[in-house]
């Protein structure tokens, strides 16, 4: 299995221990306001990645964190005139509901930045008495030139940071690269209390201490979107590595290319900025899945409706082939090696490359459509277990509706409609297989029979 790692600009051997527990971070949201696409695709992403080494037989312990207080909060707080942990509990809430939604579950525990603060102060004041961070009056702040090292991660090098680094004629640091790992409380602030004041943590050091204290300090994957290469990544390579000595924080960084909509970058500025939630209100969430993860991983999502609405036709044909399939599921099983399953699994296993997968599970679905009618039991079988496997890690197969669409209501519908077929009555019966598929009933006549399933 080999994944493109971002530290050594290479695809590398995804060598991991089937005998140990693989531990994977990826960085949480900052709980400020409603979650984009762009925070889709993370995590997406990076469910799926983990649900297929489950389903070849990791042991994974997947973590993440949630920034639960931040300059952000603070600020919508202060608009809202409401205390801050309103601000961040109302978007956690919406974060979980979202996740639960898209059928992100694979994430072993979230780890609150605010039930982290010992942790936090602890590796502060580790970084303190080994000279790596000094006090101001306004905080205290991580020497970047203490590390030379720092800049690898992103590919640049001291000299160009110290040329593009931006700093405030009243802050007191002593370089302009250095960054915050405490800050002391401003009037009105939240805080806790800490050696070198009342604060709060900087962003950076939440991870790394959330890290530290359930992985230790080295790991096997950290996962995050692109943009959060630099600064925040590299922070945390310079902390993690200056309190442990360590030769480095992962083993392997996966980062996933941004979202466009429009071929333009998605912000708030332009006012093309999508939340999960609008796009939920018109295309199912496999639907979004299937959109997101139709991309590798490393390129650009151009976000636009034909994405969403190509999404949508080719789930609803995988779907329905699927249900066709299991109406004709035989009952023994495919007990001899699937090859269609063993051919998709490279695409897997070279980049997570999902995209492939979607392509080559279409064309079977071509395949298995045209000659449904002739396949054998065991091609059967084969084909239901191959869509399994996929919808395993990709979670594509839209979950069944819980109705009260009883299947006597739905059989009777359809008799009332064969009587209006058989006297002439087409307009009618064409009335009510579109009631039917509104309730999400698929129907299909076969001759003198008309079977059905729900979508």
């Keep these: 299995m080999y994944v493109y790692d971002t530290l050594s600009r290479t695809e590398k051997n995804l060598d991991l221990n089937h005998d140990q527990v693989v531990r994977v971070f990826v960085c949480g949201p900052t709980v400020q306001d409603s979650f984009h696409i762009g925070h889709a695709r993370t995590y997406t992403f990076f469910d799926a990645v983990v649900k297929y080494l489950r389903r070849k037989g990791y042991s994974v312990f997947y973590l993440q964190n949630i920034t639960d207080i931040d300059d952000k909060i603070i600020n ?80 640049q090098d001291l000299e160009s940071l110290r040329t593009g680094a931006r700093v ?175 051919r998709l699994s490279e695409h897997v296993e070279r980049n997570f490359d999902f995209r492939l997968v979607f392509r080559d599970l279409l064309e079977l679905v071509g395949k298995w459509n045209v000659n449904l009618e002739s396949l054998t039991p065991m091609e059967i079988a084969t084909a239901i277990e191959t869509i399994d496997w996929v919808d395993s890690f990709t979670c594509i197969i839209p979950r069944k509706k819980e109705d009260s669409t009883s299947d006597e209501l739905i059989s009777l519908l359809l008799r009332i409609r064969r009587s209006m077929r058989e006297k002439k009555d087409f307009t009618g019966a064409d009335e009510i297989r579109k009631s039917l598929r509104d309730m999400g009933i698929t129907i299909e006549d076969r001759g003198e029979e008309t079977i059905w399933w729900k979508s």
Excluded: C
């Excluded at 996933?256 to 609008?278: D, F, G, P």
């Design 76 to 155: 919508r707080a202060n608009e809202e005139n409401v205390p801050y942990d309103v601000i961040s509990r109302r978007y956690t809430e919406e974060f979980f509901d979202i996740m639960e939604t898209l059928r992100i579950n694979s994430v072993n525990f979230y780890a609150m930045a605010t039930q982290h603060i010992h942790e936090i102060i602890r590796q502060i004041q580790v970084l303190v008495k080994k000279g790596y961070a000094y006090e101001t009056t306004d905080g205290v702040y991580f020497s970047v030139t203490k590390f030379p090292d720092y800049g690898q991660l992103s590919g």
């Design 168 to 342: 405030e004629s009243s802050e007191e640091k002593r370089d302009p690269r250095d960054f915050v790992i405490w800050k002391k409380m401003k009037p009105g602030e939240p805080f806790w209390n800490s050696p070198w004041g009342n604060g709060r943590p900087g962003w950076h050091i939440e991870d790394t201490a959330i890290t530290e204290k359930y992985f230790g300090p080295t790991y096997d994957i950290h996962g995050a979107g692109m943009d959060l290469i630099f600064p925040h990544h590299e922070a945390e390579v310079a902390l993690e590595r200056s309190i442990s000595g360590e030769p480095y924080l992962s083993r392997y960084w996966i980062h996933s290319a941004m979202v466009n909509v429009n071929q333009e970058k998605m912000s708030k500025s332009l006012k093309n900025y999508v939340t999960i939630r609008k796009v939920l209100e018109d295309y199912l969430p496999e639907e979004l899945r299937y959109a997101l993860l139709n991309v590798q991983f490393r390129s650009n999502v151009n976000f636009t409706p034909d994405l969403l609405n190509e999404a949508k036709a080719n789930v609803g044909a995988i779907n329905t082939l699927y249900r066709k399939l299991k109406l004709k599921q035989p009952s023994h099983e495919n007990s001899d090696e699937n090859p269609e399953i063993r």
